[in-house]
């Protein structure tokens, strides 16, 4: 199994709403990641977790928040977005740190209105 | 600041044509470049190099980098429409910490 998967794949929320965007990776990776990406640009790291420990938070606002409940799962809760949040949330998970050949997920397009 | 910069930022070409793109980079404590090929979602992984003047394959897909001049090239012969995509370089960098630097990518379009 050598797939990340992402849900939803589409979400719609408005700007005082709590959702949450779920990650999961069977492939006995300890290392996971979220990436935010928007139209025409290359993904952005927003969080690294090694070990289902938080390693590095690129200033990322706190209404995004992330959590590793175990080593397969990944969440990443969002409450009161903004518009200019809107964009592909991408998940991805590694062997390990620093073992850089991440896998993919499908993403979830997020739309805030 | 770390930097990737790929050439083309865009690129069309006919089916059966043979393309290269290119990636640049420089960083603070090189470990190792990334292929990736991106259609509508999520980034696929294609190459990850590490050593100088090794070609990897994959297909009709080929990249090498140099590590003395900092760059790598990925070639894709006998183009296909279904080899239309963005393609991204990405950097893996820094010591004893994580960093991965994506380029912009570029754009290629195969035509019929």
């Known amino acids: 199994d050598t797939e990340v998967t992402q849900t939803p794949k589409h979400l719609v929320m408005g700007m005082t709403n709590k959702k949450s965007l779920k990650c999961e990776q069977h492939m006995g990776h300890r290392a996971m990641y979220w990436y935010k990406q928007k139209a025409k640009k290359p993904p952005e790291l927003m969080f690294v977790?090694?070990?289902?420990?938080?390693?590095i938070n690129e200033s990322v606002p706190s209404r995004f928040s992330p959590e590793c409940p175990n080593s397969s799962l990944l969440n990443l809760h969002l409450h009161a977005l903004q518009p200019e949040d809107s964009a592909l949330y991408l998940c991805a998970s590694s062997r390990s740190i620093p073992s850089d050949t991440q896998y993919f997920g499908p993403g979830t397009r997020l739309t805030v209105l | 600041e770390d930097k990737v910069v790929q050439s083309p930022l865009s690129l069309v070409v006919h089916e059966g044509d043979t393309v290269t793109l290119n990636c640049s980079y420089e960083?603070?404590?090189?470990?190792?470049l990334l292929w990736y090929k991106q259609e509508k979602k999520a980034p696929t992984f294609l190459f990850m190099l590490t050593s100088s003047g090794i070609e990897k394959k994959s297909g009709r897909l080929s990249s090498i980098l140099d590590k003395k001049e900092l760059f790598s090239i990925l070639n894709i012969t006998a183009t296909q429409t279904g080899d239309s995509a963005v393609y991204l370089c990405?950097?893996?960098?820094?010591?004893?910490?994580?960093?991965?630097?994506f380029g912009k990518g570029t754009k290629l379009s195969v035509i019929p």
């Open positions: 977790y090694s070990y289902e420990k938080l390693s």
């Open positions: 960083v603070t404590n090189f470990r190792s």
């Open positions: 990405a950097v893996g960098s820094g010591a004893g910490s994580y960093q991965l630097t």
